[in-house]
């Protein structure tokens, strides 16, 4: 159970580091990722199927995860649309999209195929049981992402898109283009979420276009969890928490799904649990009087 | 170095809010101008900062900045010429980030690359230029900017857009949101940095006393028109109350209360 739990946690965590990008540091509440998850497993599924180099594959599915994320920042650039608006529109045709990668299936299994996960359990399978070897190689992975996005938010480009979700005009009075920044802060973090579902479709067997039904408000969920967790203003504590949150958020699916019923709760309630869970965290932070930044 | 031609703007155009608030401005600002900016409400005098900031393209007439004409930039292209401090002290600074982070993201123009420059030798640099402010932010540089208050902060970000040695500074009422001490506290930090820095100057201001104690050269504003330009001697001559005459001469009218113009407050 614990394996599970922590597991789902690690891969979904990557996701909800994207999230934590666009909603916290932005201020770009960003809807995309409903889109990006699956379009990133279907890629990876894909590329899979036809035997390409799978770090090769992991790498588009990152690409196309961005250039998605850069279809939304266009659109909320260019055509002045609200960003809420701009990530529903490339999402919905993200649909379409991801139905035409899995050759107009809504679902591809990986069964019986080399997956990433398939060759780290062969290499390791002389001395670690299965689920502890995808366990170990899912917290290095997670554990580098996020030491490499510590690293880029230490960056001078790094700091000023953390300006940027704060004070956008400080960043053109520093004769910086926000729309540039926008670009590519929310490119990277649907970079991040279509790698989170290329190695959920791998974990779970197979990609469906359904798959990313929810994960924006799994991801705020996680996040929002996670802050409750640890008070800080640095980058590295900020990203830690996110990943715990990952973490805790999971267990708590974990839970409803597997002892839900002892208080009449199917599976089919889990998204209801994780709406309440976000309103939960909003009354709690403002009974407790933290001031947050998520926008309407 | 700065040049306005016949700049106009209208707001709203074509609407029943339709609003003349620039009419055919021309102005010509030299190296080292230190120029003060009075005028009632609504009388232009943001909108001319925002016209030569960028922030809002004119309707008609040119704009130039050291003879390149930049009517049609975008305010962030302008902002590599141009420094800027706000009214309100929190538009100069990110306040979830730490002073030393705001500092690296200021200490130059335009976009940045993946280039890690806050080391040692930037963190004692930018130690020594808090320094002078007197304010102990040499002892803060971790701090989230959000802690400071807002003398601190506009302090900040006064240095901040010296730093980037701007061809010119914009000062939209930046001490009319202090309290009277850090009020003249900023007052006196920017004729420093001005001095120091040989920066052109435009001051907004609303109080009177102000706009003749500083600069050479002072423009009243009235219903989107230059109305006095005074330069020199004739700016140094100037008192409270031969201004308001002339302002009476030139429009031939009377307010009923002067107050409402021009405040004279003098520790405002």
Redesign the interface.
Same mark, same amino acid.
């Given at each position: 159970m614990v394996e599970g739990i922590l597991l789902e946690g690690l891969i979904y965590g990557i996701m909800v580091l994207g999230v934590f990008i666009t909603f916290r540091i932005l201020d770009f509440p960003d809807l995309t990722v409903d889109g990006s998850f699956p379009l990133g497993a279907a890629i990876m599924a894909q590329l899979i199927l036809r035997g390409t180099n799978l770090g090769l594959a992991l790498l588009v599915a990152f690409i196309g995860g961005f250039l998605a994320g850069c279809v939304t920042a266009l659109i909320h650039n260019k055509l002045k649309v609200p960003n809420l608006l701009a990530g529903i529109l490339t999402m919905t045709m993200l649909y379409s999209i991801n139905i035409r990668i899995l050759q107009n299936r809504a679902n591809v299994p990986l069964l019986r195929t080399e997956t990433i996960l398939t060759r780290v359990t062969e290499m390791t399978s002389g001395f670690l049981s299965q689920d502890w070897a995808i366990l170990i190689f899912f917290v290095i992975v997670t554990l580098l992402i996020k030491f490499l996005l510590d690293?880029?938010f230490?960056?001078?480009?790094?700091?000023?898109l953390?300006?940027l979700?704060?004070?956008e005009?400080?960043?053109?009075?520093?004769?910086?283009?926000?729309e540039?920044l926008k670009l590519i802060g929310v490119g990277l973090s649907n970079g991040l979420v279509a790698i989170s579902g290329a190695f959920a479709a791998q974990y779970q067997g197979f990609a469906d276009v359904n798959l990313g039904q929810g994960i924006v408000i799994a991801g705020l969920a996680s996040v929002m969890i996670g802050e409750f967790l640890l008070r800080s203003?640095r980058i590295v504590v900020l990203t830690l928490r996110v990943i715990l949150g990952s973490i805790l958020f999971r267990g708590i699916m974990y839970l409803g799904r597997y002892y839900g019923y002892l208080i009449h709760m199917t599976p089919n309630d889990l998204k209801l649990i994780t709406g309440l869970l976000i309103i939960l965290s909003l009354v709690i932070t403002r009974l407790r009087g933290y001031r947050f930044r998520v926008k309407p | 170095m700065i040049r306005l031609e016949n700049v106009s703007m209208v707001f709203n155009k074509g609407t029943p809010n339709e609003n003349l608030a620039m009419k055919e401005v021309s102005l010509e600002v030299r190296e080292r101008d230190f120029i003060t900016v009075i005028g009632s409400n609504g009388a232009g005098k943001s909108t001319l900062l925002n016209l030569i900031a960028g922030t809002y393209l004119p309707s008609r007439g040119r704009i130039f900045i050291n003879d390149r004409d930049v009517t049609r930039d975008?305010?962030? @292209?302008r902002?590599?010429y141009i420094?800027?401090v706000?009214q309100n002290p929190? $538009?100069?600074?990110? *306040?979830?980030?730490?002073l030393e982070?705001?500092l690296?993201? *200021?200490s130059r123009?335009?976009?940045?690359? $993946? @280039?890690? *420059?806050?080391n040692r030798a930037r963190r004692e640099y930018f130690r020594e230029q808090l320094k002078p402010l007197e304010m102990d932010l040499d002892k803060r540089m971790k701090d989230?900017v959000g802690l400071l208050s807002g003398g601190q902060r506009q302090a900040l970000t006064l240095l901040i857009m010296a730093l *980037?040695r701007p061809t010119l500074i914009l000062l939209d009422e930046h001490t009319a949101a202090l309290d009277p001490k850090n009020a003249q506290v900023i007052l006196d930090l920017t004729t420093r940095f001005v001095e120091e820095y040989e920066l052109t100057t435009i001051m907004v201001t609303h109080n009177m006393s102000h706009a003749i104690k500083y600069g050479n050269r002072l423009l009243m504003l009235d219903q989107g028109e230059i109305i006095l330009d005074l330069v020199g001697r004739e700016k140094a001559e100037l008192t409270v109350d031969r201004l308001v005459e002339k302002f009476h001469t030139i429009r031939h009218q009377t307010f009923e209360n002067d107050e409402v113009l021009l405040s004279n407050d003098s520790d405002e």
């Open positions: 690293l880029f230490r960056t001078d480009l790094g700091m000023t953390g300006a979700g704060n004070n005009q400080m960043i053109i009075t520093q004769g910086i283009n926000p540039n203003n | 975008p305010e962030y @292209k902002a590599k420094g800027r706000f929190l $538009l100069g600074t990110a *306040s979830n980030m730490a982070d705001n690296t993201i *200021s123009k335009g976009f940045k690359g $993946l @280039k890690i *420059s806050l989230n *980037s």
